[in-house]
């Protein structure tokens, strides 16, 4: 920023694939629920990376009634799995997994389409605020 050279060489490689030109597909990822009246992790396991920053806050988990359930986020996997450890344990019953439709892939595409898809007809890139839900039984 400041015009300074660095102490030492740094050296960045990237590997390049085909494009990824389709929606986030929700029903693709796997889903491993945990055992009742314990503490384990719910995870969920996707099949292409997501955003890091985003799934730390576009991705939650719920009571039936819509309260939020607290816990611990972690993220691992190269950004392919989501595990959220509850602070108390899980009760039997169903829960509301959230996702925010802001949530991206690494290309940018949503759950709303592909980064590159075509724009409307006023020259404006569609953009919607939407929920989407799930429910998950845990018995």
């Known amino acids: 920023m400041s015009g300074r050279p660095l102490r ?4 960045k490689t990237f590997h390049v694939v085909g494009a990824i030109r ?13 055992k009742p009246k314990s ?3 719910l995870e969920l396991t996707f099949p292409r990376p997501l955003d890091w920053a985003l799934l730390w806050h576009t991705l939650s988990v719920a009571s039936e009634d819509g309260r939020p359930i ?3 986020i972690a993220i691992d996997q190269s950004e392919r799995r989501w595990s959220f ?7 039997s019953g169903s829960y509301c997994f959230c996702i925010e439709s ?12 592909p980064f590159d898809r075509p724009l409307r007809s006023t020259g404006k890139q569609g953009c919607k ?6 429910l998950l039984l845990i018995a």
């Open 8 to 11: 030492t060489s740094f050296r």
């Open 22 to 34: 389709e929606a986030i597909a929700v029903e693709q990822w796997k889903i491993r629920l945990p």
């Open 39 to 41: 503490r384990e992790s």
């Open 70 to 72: 607290e816990g611990h």
């Open 85 to 91: 450890t509850p602070k108390s344990f899980w009760s």
């Open 102 to 113: 802001s949530l991206e892939d690494v290309c940018g595409s949503s759950l709303l389409g």
């Open 129 to 134: 605020t939407v929920r989407w839900s799930r």
